[in-house]
C-alpha cells in the first residue's frame, strides 16, 4: 500500500512559477514509476509527466515539454513537478500517481495504468 500526499499548490501569476511535491509512504518508493496528471473544471484528467523507479527515463505531455520538469529524490520518498512559465490554461487539480514498475524504463502515461493516487492540490494561474 502506498499513500501519495500533494503540497505546493496555490495562486500564481502567468509567467510564474511553482514546485508541487508529492510524498509518498512506505519503503519500497524506489520501487515505483511516478506520474503527474492534472484535472481542469469540465475536463478529464490528463497525464502530465511521469518518471521511472530510478529517475533515468522521463516524459511529459507536449502542452509542458520545455516549462514543466518532474524529478524525484528516492532518499527522501518524494517526486516533484517544477513548473515554470505557467499559463492560465494549466490551471488544474494536479494529482500525483503510483505504480509498481519492474523495469528501470516504465513511464506510464495513461491513468489505468496507475494503481495509487494522492488527493490533490489546486494549482491557479492568473492572466
Known amino acids: 500500500q502506498v499513500q501519495l500526499v500533494e503540497s505546493g499548490g496555490g495562486l500564481v501569476q502567468a509567467g510564474g512559477s511553482l514546485r508541487l511535491t508529492c510524498a509518498a509512504s512506505?519503503?519500497?518508493?524506489?520501487?515505483?514509476?511516478m506520474g503527474w496528471f492534472r484535472q481542469a473544471p469540465g475536463k478529464e484528467r490528463e497525464f502530465v509527466a511521469a518518471?521511472?523507479?530510478?529517475?533515468?527515463?522521463?516524459v511529459y505531455a507536449d502542452s509542458v515539454k520545455g516549462r514543466f520538469t518532474i524529478s524525484r529524490d528516492n532518499a527522501k520518498n518524494t517526486v516533484y513537478l517544477q513548473m515554470s512559465s505557467l499559463k492560465p490554461e494549466d490551471t488544474a487539480v494536479y494529482y500525483c500517481?503510483?505504480?509498481?514498475?519492474?523495469?528501470?524504463?516504465?513511464?506510464?502515461?495513461?491513468?489505468?495504468?496507475?494503481?495509487?493516487w494522492g488527493q490533490g492540490t489546486q494549482v491557479t494561474v492568473s492572466s
Open positions: 518518471i521511472s523507479r530510478n529517475g533515468g527515463s522521463t
Open positions: 512506505g519503503r519500497t518508493f524506489g520501487s515505483y514509476a
Open positions: 500517481a503510483a505504480v509498481y514498475s519492474r523495469n528501470d524504463y516504465y513511464t506510464p502515461k495513461q491513468r489505468f495504468e496507475y494503481t495509487y
